[in-house]
């Protein structure tokens, strides 16, 4: 059974770090590009972050370039969000999602950013 | 970026009616490959989505076969031939042939 599971949810205040993880099993991890996806409360999904199987190429969204950084850990089957330069608006339930036929979604995390 | 446009916004349906949303895309998704990658995904209340259609109209294996989806180009259609009580929640429609993949904006389908 495949299962993403994120971790690293919490309250941070503005202008502050947060790092989350996302440990992948059931697949095979290294061979396939993770994704971050979040979604604002009561809002829409926003993809926000790729990174290649091998970690070779890494995109962003536009609001959030600059102050977050994607990674892996293949040997760890693990998937990381780097987040600096928090702002409320990145208040939201962050998701690992793996895509592209099969996709998986993970649970979701959820980050909150307030003073 | 890819514009995708839903509707309805939302639709109340009685169990056994039937469903259509439409997903509008503000370009072609029909990829290099001849592929279109136009997927379907349900958010249930307080979980997180699941997947139900990828490349237009085919089926993850543990979707009933009362879904189904069609379209192409820039216009594409989910149904639900009977909807059942476990069918509520927001359906998202999202594009992955143009970098970046960006999603619609939600029909919310409540039973009434």
């Known amino acids: 059974e495949v299962q993403l599971v994120e971790s690293g949810e919490g309250l941070v205040q503005p202008g502050s770090s947060m790092k989350l993880s996302c440990v992948a099993s059931?697949?095979?991890?290294?061979?396939?590009?993770m994704n971050w996806i979040r979604q604002a409360p009561k809002k829409g999904l926003e993809w926000i972050a790729l990174?290649?199987?091998?970690?070779?190429?890494?995109y962003y969204a536009d609001s959030v370039k600059g102050r977050f950084t994607i990674s892996r850990d293949n040997s760890k089957n693990t998937l990381y969000l780097e987040m600096n330069s928090l702002r409320s608006e990145d208040t939201a339930m962050y998701y690992c999602v793996k895509l592209g036929a099969p996709d998986y979604w993970g649970q979701g995390v959820m980050v909150t950013v307030s003073s | 970026d890819v514009v995708m446009t839903q509707t309805p916004v939302s639709l109340s349906l009685a169990i056994g009616q039937p469903a259509s949303i439409s997903c509008k895309s503000s370009?072609?998704?029909?990829?290099?490959?001849?592929?279109?990658?136009l997927n379907w995904i349900l958010q249930r209340p307080g979980q997180s989505p699941k997947r139900l259609i990828y490349?237009?109209?085919k089926l993850y294996s543990e979707v009933p076969d009362r879904f189904s989806g069609s379209g192409s180009e820039t216009e594409f259609t989910l149904k639900i031939s009977r909807v059942e009580a476990e069918d509520l929640g927001v359906y998202y429609c999202?594009?992955?042939?143009?970098?970046?993949?960006?999603f619609g904006s939600g029909t919310k389908l409540e039973i009434k």
């Open positions: 990174i290649y199987y091998d970690s070779s190429s890494k």
């Open positions: 059931g697949f095979t991890f290294s061979n396939y590009g």
């Open positions: 490349q237009v109209s």
């Open positions: 370009q072609s998704l029909l990829g290099t490959s001849g592929k279109t990658f």
């Open positions: 999202w594009q992955g042939t143009h970098f970046p993949l960006t």
